[in-house]
């Protein structure tokens, strides 16, 4: 479904016929995740989870 640089493509939608929206949030999901494999969780920084939690925030009040 994403490919080697982390990317869903139009084309994959087209074979999936899975919701291209869907298929980008699960990607953004995708990228969280590999972005938090690389601390434990009693090490995240700070500055990672402020981030984060200020883009959910700017996503909810977009919406």
Request: glycine share 2%.
């Amino acid at each position: 479904m994403i490919n080697c640089n982390g990317e869903i493509s139009l084309s994959q939608f087209r074979i999936t016929k899975i919701p291209y929206w869907f298929l980008k949030k699960y990607e953004k999901l995708y990228t969280l995740e590999k972005e938090i494999s690389n601390y434990k969780v009693s090490n995240l920084p700070k500055e990672f989870l402020l981030k984060r939690n200020k883009k959910v925030l700017q996503q909810k009040l977009a919406t």
